[in-house]
């Protein structure tokens, strides 16, 4: 029996099947390469538009730096304490109303106790309360005590014009009024001005065998 061998050229001759296992290679490569070129493109399109929202972003968040401050000073102080939503705002809304009605009672016994001083003494024709008593409520001096029965008012009054040509006062004005400033409690002295009140002595000197020379 003969053999035959096969030619060197068939034995060099690719397999069909060799020929179709690389273009996948091939083509993988070229559309990775077409990949990377697509990413390096839309990097550079959208760098810029990144980099002008990562701006405008920051800008915001400095525009709104103190909601942000507050809100993170306030989460941790709430967790912490831990109170009850409810409770803390109705004591808030209970203290203001409270000043603002112990505001608004001043500011009306003021003018109560100025316009009944003005009645006690002929009228504005005849007579002006000190200046004070038409001042404010904040640090008012004709203020000189207040309490639960009310607000003490002490003030000197005097003919139109007093004050500004510094003449004496001829009149001493002291009541009280109520703490909702509508009505007057109690008149305590209404007449010609009273001494002041002699001051305070001081405190006694060191003993002598105690000083040094």
């Known amino acids: 029996m003969w053999l035959i061998e096969p030619s060197a050229g068939a034995a060099k001759a690719p397999a069909s099947g060799d020929s179709k296992s690389r273009r996948p290679s091939s083509m993988g490569r070229s559309t990775t390469c077409h990949l990377q070129r697509s990413c390096r493109a839309t990097q550079a399109m959208t760098g810029p538009l990144l980099k002008r929202a990562g701006r405008l972003v920051t800008r915001c968040l400095l525009s709104s730096g103190l909601v942000l401050a507050v809100s993170v000073l306030e989460a941790p102080l709430g967790r912490a304490q831990e109170p009850s939503p409810g409770s803390l705002t109705g004591q ?122």
């Not at 029965?149 to 003449?167: D, K, M, V, Y």
């Not at 004496?168 to 004005?173: F, I, R, Y």
């Open 92 to 213: 808030t809304l209970q203290r203001i109303e409270q000043i603002m009605g112990e505001a608004a009672g001043l500011q009306r016994g003021i003018n109560l106790a100025r316009g009944t001083a003005a009645k006690l003494n002929g009228g504005l024709s005849a007579y002006r309360p000190a200046v004070c008593m038409f001042q404010g409520v904040s640090n008012n001096p004709c203020l000189v005590d207040r309490s639960e029965a009310g607000f003490t008012f002490r003030f000197l009054g005097g003919s139109p014009g007093w004050e500004q040509l510094q003449l004496p006062a001829t009149v001493e004005t002291e009541l009280v009024i109520s703490p909702d400033g509508r009505s007057v409690v109690q008149i305590l002295y209404n007449g010609f001005p009273r001494p002041e009140p002699a001051p305070t002595p001081e405190a006694a000197a060191p003993d002598a065998g105690n000083t040094a020379f």
